[in-house]
């Protein structure tokens, strides 16, 4: 069973960026539809963003132009870039993988049977 492997959190200013990288170890991300979900303590988890297997690309409507996913295929990783990042983005943002046979992604978490531990974000304003 593949784990995922979360990496890229921190802390910035109001309008930084950060560049979240995801890993699996005992599989290749490459075969999964992936997703990057984020949770802020005493609400439920999010999905931010989504690539599939089609290349088709999703993202929560509220940081579309802001955030950026994408595969890396040197290291193998999903990546999620974000810009001008605000105080609400806050928390902990977690990757998760959709079983090799779902071609497409999703922003809905029960779409997924893999997920990291997460890596914390905080924005400070």
């Known amino acids: 069973d593949m784990e995922l492997r979360e990496s890229g959190g921190g802390s910035v200013e109001a309008g930084g960026s950060l560049r979240l990288s995801c890993v699996g170890d005992g599989d290749t991300v490459s075969r999964h539809s992936m997703g990057w979900f984020r949770q802020v303590r005493g609400k439920a988890r999010e999905g931010v963003a989504s690539?599939?297997?089609?290349?088709?690309?999703m993202y929560l409507d509220s940081l579309r132009g802001r955030i950026a996913i994408s595969r890396d295929s040197a290291t193998d990783a999903v990546v999620l870039q974000m810009n001008s990042l605000k105080p609400e983005d806050t928390g902990t943002y977690y990757c998760?993988?959709?079983?090799?046979?779902?071609?497409?992604?999703?922003?809905?978490?029960?779409?997924?049977?893999?997920w990291g531990q997460g890596t914390q974000v905080t924005v400070s304003s």
């Open positions: 998760a993988a959709r079983p090799p046979s779902q071609l497409f992604g999703s922003l809905w978490p029960t779409s997924y049977t893999n």
């Open positions: 690539v599939g297997l089609d290349g088709h690309e």
